[in-house]
C-alpha cells in the first residue's frame, strides 16, 4: 500500500473523482450544451462576425478541451504530491 | 516547374526525411519502438500521438466534409478533440499505471479470462479494418490527384505505397518520424490556410479570418464571411450554412461515438502506454491534443474559405454561372480524377452549382482539401506542400493500423490463442498475410466507398464505442466488475452497432434515411447507443454473477495512483 492509511487512499480517490467529475461537467455543457442542445439560442448572439452557438460547436469547444485537460494535469499533479503517491 | 513535377520533388524529400529518420533511430523490433519510447518526452510523444492520430479522415476529408455540411460537420471537429479530455482523465493514467501494451492486454487480465482477451482481440481487428478502409480512399485521392489518373488507379497505386512502406523494417512509426510528419502535416494545412485568409478577409491568422469582414476586389467585400456564406447558401438552395439539417439527437449521437470512440481506439491508447510515467501520460494527452488543434481551429476556416471559393468560381460573383469553357483550371485537373463532374442541363454551356434542381456540378467532398490551393489559385508549391501532408497523414496512420491488424492476427490471435504450436517463422507469415488481406480489403473499400473518408472512419469509431470504451471505463471505475458482465456487454454492444451499420450501409442501403432509422439516430451516431447498451447489459449481467475476485479488486485498486509504475512490459 502506497498510501499512509486507509482512509488517505479513500480520500486521494475521492478528491481525484470530484476533480475528474467537475472537469467533465464543464466539458459536457459546452460542448454538448452550447454547442448543440442551446446552439439556436446562443445563435442569436453574435459578436465578431461569429454566431455564438456555431462558434463554440467549431471553435470554442475545442479551446476549452485544451484548458480543462490543463487543468487536470496540474491538479492530478498536486493531489498526486498532497498524499505523497507521486513517481520519483 | 509544373505542379506535378513540383510535387514529386516535394513528396520525394518528405520521403527521404521519414526513411532518414527512421535509419538513424533505428528501432528493430515491436518492443524496441516501445522500450525505446519510454524515453521520450511529453512535447514529442504529444507532436507524434497527433501524427499517428491525425490520418487522411482529418487531413483530407474533414475541413470538405465542413464545408459542404456547415454546422453539421461540427460533429467531427468537437468529437475528434473532445474525446481526448476522456482519455486524459479516464483512461490514459491508469493505463499507463497498469503497465502492459494493449488493450487486449487490458481487458485480459483485469477481467481474467482468455476469453475476455479473445473478444478484444477480435474488436480491435474490426476496428482497424473499418478504419484503414476509409483511410484508403483518402491515400488514393491524393494520388489521383497528381499522377493525373483515375481515383481506381489512385487507390490502387496507393495501397501498394503503403504495403511497402508498413512492410518495410524500421518504418514502424517511430516516435520521431511522426514527429517529422505531424511538422510536415501542420505546415501542409496552415500555409494554405494563411494565404486564403489573407486573399479573403486581410488577416493573417485563418481562425480569426473566418469570422471577419470579406476583403475590398472580393465578391461581398465589407460583408461578414460567414455571413455571405449564409446568403450564397440559401439563395442557391442549400441549407444556411451556420444552421445545418441534421435532427439534434443525431448530431448530439454522433458527437458522443465519436468521442468515445477516441478515447477506445486501440493505436492511440498504446501511445500512452508508452511515456515513462503516470504523470507523462495525463501530460502527453495535453499536449497531443494541443498540436492535434492546430489544425482542428483552422479546418472550420479552410472549409468556409474553400465553400465561398466555389460558389465564386463555379457561379461567379453574380451567380449566373461561369462559362465551361472559361472553367478555373482546378476544375480541369479533377475533372481527370472523376470526382468532379459537370453536365450541361440546361444547355446554356454555363456551370452552374447548388442544392436544387438548378445544379449540374458533382463534386466530391474528399477533394476539398488538396483542391483548395488550386481554387484560391496560390502558388504551386502550396499545392505540393499540401499533397505531401495529405500522403505524410495517410501513411503514418495507415502504417501504425496495418501493424495492429497484422501483429493481432498473427500474435494475440493465432500464436497465443487458437494455435500455440505455431513457430516463429508461421507467425511472420500469418502477420504478412493480415496484412497483405487488410490492403486487398480495404482497396476495394478505397474503390467502392460506402460514404466519405471521414464518414467511414466514424463508423471505426463508433465499433470502439460500443465495444472497449465501456470495459476499460468499468474495468478502472468499478472495481466489482466481473468478466461475465465485461464480455457480455462488449459482445451485445459491437454486434449491436456493427449490424445496425451494415444493415443501412449494404443491406438496405435504400432505407438509410432519418425515418427508418432507430430514435433518428444515423448508423455514424449508432455507436453511442451500441455504448449505453454495453454499460446496461454489463451491469446488468454482473447483479446476477457476482463480484470479481478479491485479488483483481486489489488490482484496480493499485492502477488508481501513479506511485510505483514500471516500465510497460508485452506481457
Redesign the interface.
Known sequence: M??ESESH?KA??KE?LSL?LK??IV?FVV??GF???L?DVL?EITF????LG??F???G???T??V???I??RG??AL?NK?????D | MDIQTLTFIIVGLTFALYIGIAIWSRAGSTNDFYVASGGVNPIANGMATAADWMSAASFISMAGIVAFAGYDGSVYLMGWTGGYVLLAMCLAPYLRKFGKFTVPDFIGDRYYSQTARTIAVICAILICFTYIAGQMRGVGVVFSRFLEVDIATGVIIGAIIVFFYTVLGGMKGITYTQVAQYIVLMFAYIVPAVFLSLMMTGHVLPQTGFGATIADGVPGSGQFLLERLDGLSTELGFAEYTEGVRSKVDVFFITAALMVGTAGLPHVIVRFFTVPKVRDARRSAFWALTFISVVYLTAPTIASFAKVNIFNTINGPDLQGVEYDNAPSWIKNWEKTGLITWEDNNNDGKMFYSGDERNEMTIDRDIMVLANPEIGELPAWVVALVAAGGVAAALSTSAGLLLVISTSVSHDLLKRNLAPNITDKQELFYARVAAATAIVISVYFGIYPPGFVAQVVAFAFGLAAASFFPAIIMGVFHKRMNSTGAIAGMVVGILFTFSYIVYFKFVAPELNTQENWLFGISPEGIGTLGMIINFVVAVVVHKFTGDAPEEIQELVESIRYPKGSGEAKSH
Open positions: 502506497a498510501f487512499a486521494y480517490w481525484n475528474m472537469l467533465l466539458w460542448s454538448y454547442g448543440i442542445i446552439v445563435n465578431f462576425g461569429f454566431k456555431f462558434w460547436a467549431q471553435q469547444s475545442i479551446l478541451f485544451i480543462l485537460i490543463f487536470y494535469v492530478m499533479a498526486d498524499y505523497n503517491v507521486h513517481e
